[in-house]
């Protein structure tokens, strides 16, 4: 299994600019969660999906983000217009709820820059 | 809000001692996780937790879980090098998992 994929790895944008994180979750697990992770906040769950259905987006730090699951292997997350406090690393995270452990598998993360 | 607190945050220990990290958490729940994140990289699940009792073993590592108490320790048995990292204990309420602040462990010669 190649395990959550998550693309860019590294992104440096502007001020401004609209950025794009993706992520394809693992074959066959129905929960796909979207974190950031900073220094001073810590890990912080941003919203996740449950069969491609957005179920809670309380994390999402404002209008400027959104986030879509179009499909149960395909998921983004947009940033439009990028600020410098948006800079963190940002993790996808995937989970089946089928089972009895339930724990989630995390990508590689895509660290963002706004300069 | 489920909180979860982990203690202490920085740890910094000699190789072969033995040291216990702590997660105390605020409401009920029957699963805990433990993760463990290198410098610049991901997290990687070391440990699940699901029942009261619940006792795992991975190499040096050993954690435990107390849900009467709401608390679970990873228990560091002769420290090597290659325990230095970030560990995270995360509590599931419902489909969302509540993560700790981390604790920044350094193993020194």
């Known amino acids: 299994d190649a395990g959550v994929i998550q693309s860019p790895r590294h992104e440096v944008t502007e001020m401004g600019q609209e950025v794009t994180l993706r992520c394809k979750p693992i074959?066959?697990?129905?929960?796909l969660f979207w974190y950031r992770q900073t220094m001073m906040r810590g890990l912080e769950l941003l919203i996740y999906f449950n069969n491609n259905v957005p179920i809670d987006d309380s994390g999402m730090p404002e209008d400027r983000f959104s986030a879509k699951m179009p499909n149960a292997s395909f998921s983004t997350l947009k940033i439009q217009p990028s600020e410098p406090r948006d800079s963190a690393v940002y993790f996808c995270?995937?989970?089946?709820?089928?089972?009895?452990?339930?724990?989630?598998?995390f990508g590689p993360g895509t660290r963002l820059t706004v300069l | 809000e489920l909180k979860v607190e982990q203690n202490p945050l920085f740890l910094s220990m000699q190789e072969g001692k033995n040291y216990t990290i702590y997660c105390n958490y605020s409401t009920t729940s029957d699963r805990l996780y433990w993760y463990r994140q290198d410098p610049g990289k991901s997290l990687e699940s070391l440990f699940v937790?699901?029942?009261?009792?619940a006792v795992k073993q991975e190499g040096r590592l050993m954690a435990s879980l107390d849900t009467k108490a709401r608390l679970s320790t990873l228990h560091i048995t002769a420290a090597v090098h290659d325990l230095s990292a970030t560990y995270f204990c995360?509590?599931?309420?419902?489909?969302?998992?509540?993560f700790g602040t981390g604790t920044s462990l350094t193993v020194i010669p």
């Open positions: 995360a509590v599931a309420y419902g489909n969302q998992f509540y």
């Open positions: 937790l699901l029942s009261n009792g």
């Open positions: 074959s066959g697990h129905n929960s």
């Open positions: 995270a995937s989970t089946t709820l089928a089972g009895p452990y339930n724990e989630q598998f």
